[in-house]
């Protein structure tokens, strides 16, 4: 088993990334129940330079973001060799970026499995639409992820799975987790930031308004690549 390189400092890009693409999801009809989005990171050492270059979309729309209907947001993630954590739900941009601050890389191992018991827990709890997860490698069996994530397709919650680089195993492994979960997989590199915001965005707006609200959508290559995978 191999370990990721050694610790590195992180900012808040991701979320930054994450808050910027959902900006300009419009304003839905209310619904009886707000949606629900888990936004999983894996923030272990290898992570660093993908966060670093998403800097760049950060603090233009965070005050658009906020005013965003329908959808609240719980960031958790992994890092070293035992620690995960899950960040208070929020449903507005400034509290989720001061949360989101706090985070740095560090080297370790994956820990997918604790977030997909997690996502399991929260839906128990009040329904999650959805879970993102963005990550580069795997270091796990498959088996028990894969368990888990029939459960999530089960239970109604769709896992999107978005690898940063193309290692093979791990490619394979995230789109059965997407398949079996009802969700879809998709990757991108350390030069497709905004291929990233656009695939957030979709994962959002699905959370937000549903499949008919994804669909409606006109965003370029990432809704297509998206929804022709969905069930």
């Known amino acids: 088993m191999s370990v990721k390189r050694p610790p590195a400092r992180s900012g808040s890009a991701e979320i930054d990334a994450f808050l910027s693409a959902v900006a300009s999801v419009p304003q839905l009809k209310p619904a009886p129940r707000r949606g629900r989005l888990v936004f999983a990171l894996d923030a272990t050492a290898s992570r ?25 947001v719980q960031v958790c993630y992994y890092q070293g060799f035992d620690r ?32 997909l018991r997690h996502t399991l827990e929260e839906h ?24 888990l994530a029939g459960e999530l397709g089960l239970r109604g919650v769709r896992a999107f799975m978005f690898q940063e680089g193309d290692h093979p195993a791990v490619a394979a492994a995230f789109q059965k987790i997407a398949h079996l979960s009802g969700g879809a997989y998709a990757r991108f590199d350390q030069g497709s930031a905004e291929r990233l915001a656009r695939l957030l965005r979709a994962v959002a707006t699905y959370a937000a308004g549903g499949l008919q609200a994804m669909l409606a959508r006109d965003d370029g290559a990432a809704i297509p690549e998206l929804t022709r995978q969905l069930r």
């Open 48 to 72: 660093e330079p993908t966060w670093l270059q998403a800097s760049r979309l950060q603090a233009q729309m965070f005050e658009a973001a906020a005013e965003l209907g329908g959808l609240a």
């Open 124 to 147: 128990r709890r009040e329904k999650v639409n959805a879970l993102v997860f963005v990550g580069d490698a795997l270091e796990e069996a498959d088996e028990p992820l894969y368990a």
């Open 84 to 115: 995960f954590e899950a960040l208070p739900w929020q449903s507005g941009a400034p509290a989720l970026r001061r949360e989101m601050e706090r985070i740095g890389c560090l080297s370790g191992y994956t820990q997918l499995e604790r977030v």
